[in-house]
């Protein structure tokens, strides 16, 4: 199978301390998004990268928030100075740019628990 | 900016019954609108998607979905729900073709045997 995968899975942390997911996407997407998802809420749009080159970032990405796909392939998402807030699903979807088929294809996420 | 509502938090139907979960957006043009699923432990999944013609538009599982422009809906429909279908549906839309999706706030859905 080589669907979308995000690794760590799950992550625990102390408040304070620097955290990096890693997704990998489907090899034929160039597209590759970043959602968060708290308990009963939908995913929320992160940020966006064509290649490599990251076309948005939501309000929602303060500054210890940042997020690479230097080569266009994998992403990272980096949390620094992590908060309580923080803690939640990040997930990570890949799709085509060309053709727009306009399906995301989810990974199952990667948890993040701030103590 | 598109915005979407999902009115119920949790509905319980019995196997076999049919389903309606209902999705209300806002958004000032022609929108972009997708069901998607999430079973316990999965990635979402793709159920359908809008983006113009026919606005009853046949999925996966079994699943249907209608825009009605006049109401800013996009409601989800089953004839008959089997116990695979418990999972949290989320409605979401798109402004541009693929990108920046909005999604609701989901429903669960618990299937009684």
């Known amino acids: 199978d080589t669907g979308v995968s995000q690794d760590p899975r799950h992550k625990i942390t102390k408040r304070g301390q620097n955290v990096t997911f890693r997704c990998d996407p489907i090899?034929?997407?160039?597209?590759l998004y970043w959602y968060r998802q708290t308990l009963g809420q939908g995913p929320e749009f992160l940020t966006y990268?064509?290649?490599?080159?990251?076309?948005?970032k939501s309000r929602l990405l303060s500054d210890r928030f940042s997020a690479e796909r230097p080569k266009g392939s994998f992403s990272t998402l980096e949390i620094q100075r992590t908060e309580q807030g923080d803690s939640a699903m990040y997930l990570c979807?890949?799709?085509?740019?060309?053709?727009?088929?306009?399906?995301?294809?989810f990974g199952e996420g990667s948890r993040l628990t701030v103590l | 900016a598109q915005s979407v509502t999902q009115p119920d938090i949790h509905i319980t139907v019995s196997e076999g019954a049919s389903l309606e979960l209902r999705c209300n957006y806002s958004?000032?043009?022609?929108?972009?609108l997708f069901w998607y699923v999430q079973s316990p432990g999965q990635g979402l999944q793709l159920l359908l998607k809008?983006?113009?013609?026919?606005?009853l538009v046949q999925g996966i599982k079994g699943f249907e979905a209608e825009f009605k422009r006049s109401q800013s809906s996009f409601n989800l429909r089953k004839p008959s729900v089997h116990w695979s279908d418990a999972a949290e549906y989320f409605c979401?839309?798109?402004?541009?073709?693929?990108?920046?999706?909005?999604f609701g706030p989901g429903t669960r859905l618990s299937v009684l045997p």
């Open positions: 090899s034929e997407h160039n597209r």
């Open positions: 990268f064509q290649n490599e080159a990251q076309l948005e």
């Open positions: 809008y983006f113009s013609g026919d606005t």
């Open positions: 979807a890949s799709s085509f740019a060309t053709p727009n088929t306009g399906e995301l294809f």
């Open positions: 979401a839309v798109a402004a541009n073709y693929g990108q920046n999706f909005v």
């Open positions: 958004y000032g043009a022609t929108p972009y």
